[in-house]
Nanobody, 125 residues
């Protein structure tokens, strides 16, 4: 069972930037697409961004396009989410997740089945 550990969350003013990291255990990281999701109290978890197993393609929800960038380092077993021009509505707990199957594109985020514990991002106005 893979372990995913997020870091990099915190408090930032609107317009600022944060970079989240998600470190994965094991030796199969490079076989799986990875994604980022977020959740606020009382709401369902929301897809944010995903990236193919080899980093060749990415996919974003409309509300973060042009502001967030997902990337990965398969040597370091880490996926990143660079968040720029942050808005108060980006405030949430951010989770990374792994695809349930290997060697797929970034569009199967509804089938991700391994999750980290989350990291809090708070954007003040």
């Amino acid at each position: 069972q893979v372990q995913l550990v997020e870091s990099g969350g915190g408090l930032v003013q609107a317009g600022g930037s944060l970079r989240l990291s998600c470190a994965a255990s094991g030796r199969t990281f490079s076989r799986y697409a990875m994604g980022w999701f977020r959740q606020t109290p009382g709401k369902e978890r929301e897809f944010v961004a995903s990236i193919t197993f080899d980093g060749g393609d990415t996919y974003y929800t409309d509300s973060v396009k042009g502001r967030f960038t997902v990337s990965r380092d398969n040597v370091k077993n880490t996926v990143y989410l660079q968040m720029n021009s942050l808005k108060p509505e980006d405030t949430a707990v951010y989770y990374c997740a792994r695809d349930s199957k290997t060697y797929r594109g970034p569009y199967y985020y509804r089938e991700y089945d391994s999750w980290g514990q989350g990291t809090q991002v708070t954007v003040s106005s």
